[in-house]
């Protein structure tokens, strides 16, 4: 995995926008987790979930995040007449590095994130419900979720979403997909994309 500060410095050097395969090795990307979860009553549950790993170093697990925080509650439909069901609530704020947001401002392409600038990094901040029941012998979920500053960015509109796509579901322009532009690829893989050099 390359280091963000390596990216950055071979950036300032090349004039080419920050790229960690570049200056990938072998390294690890070290960071810690705690999950608490306790049951308050036969129908309802409680959970609190803190992360932090090593921001200067990229990821490759999920997402773009050095650090996370998360909250909610699930209860039973029990009081409702439905013993089955369950509705959940929970909110997330994640953040990231100063050294992830340097590399994101040198042109750095991460996981899910990255266009070229990071004028005005924020937390990325996550509210969703759920709404969960029994169909046969399947079980159906309902579930929304609203995602403010995605990812990292509080440029980027807000995002309501109750399918996989955020983009499609806001009411405001979808931000350029990292790969929607065409960003030197050569220095990516020579081999690949040697015909579309300048």
């Not at 990938?24 to 992360?51: C, H, K, M, W």
């Not at 439909?77 to 590095?97: E, H, M, Y």
């Not at 040198?106 to 169909?135: C, M, R, T, V, W």
Request: hydrophobic content about 35%; charged content about 20%; aromatic content about 8%.
């Amino acid at each position: 995995m390359g280091r963000f500060d390596d990216a950055v410095k071979l950036s300032e050097l090349t004039g080419d926008p920050a790229d960690t395969a570049r200056v990938r090795r072998y390294t690890s990307r070290s960071g810690v987790s705690l999950n608490l979860e306790q049951q308050i009553s036969p129908d309802l549950g409680v959970f609190a979930r803190a992360g932090i790993a090593s921001g200067g170093v990229e990821p490759y697990e999920f997402s773009d995040i050095d650090r996370t925080l998360a909250a909610g509650l699930s209860l039973g439909g029990k009081q409702w007449g439905r013993p089955d069901d369950t509705i959940g609530i929970a909110g997330v704020v994640n953040g990231i590095s100063d050294a992830h947001k340097a590399y994101f401002n040198a042109g750095g392409l991460g996981i899910l994130a990255g266009d070229g600038q990071l004028p005005n990094p924020g937390p990325e901040k996550i509210a969703e419900i759920y709404y969960s029941f029994p169909i046969a012998s399947w079980r159906a979920t309902l579930d929304y979720q609203f995602i403010a500053n995605r990812p990292t960015t509080v440029i980027v509109a807000p995002c309501q979403s109750s399918g996989p796509d955020c983009a499609r579901n806001s009411k405001q322009p979808a931000p350029a997909a990292p790969f929607a532009q065409l960003r030197q690829p050569a220095s990516r893989d020579p081999g690949l994309f040697q015909a579309r050099r300048a």
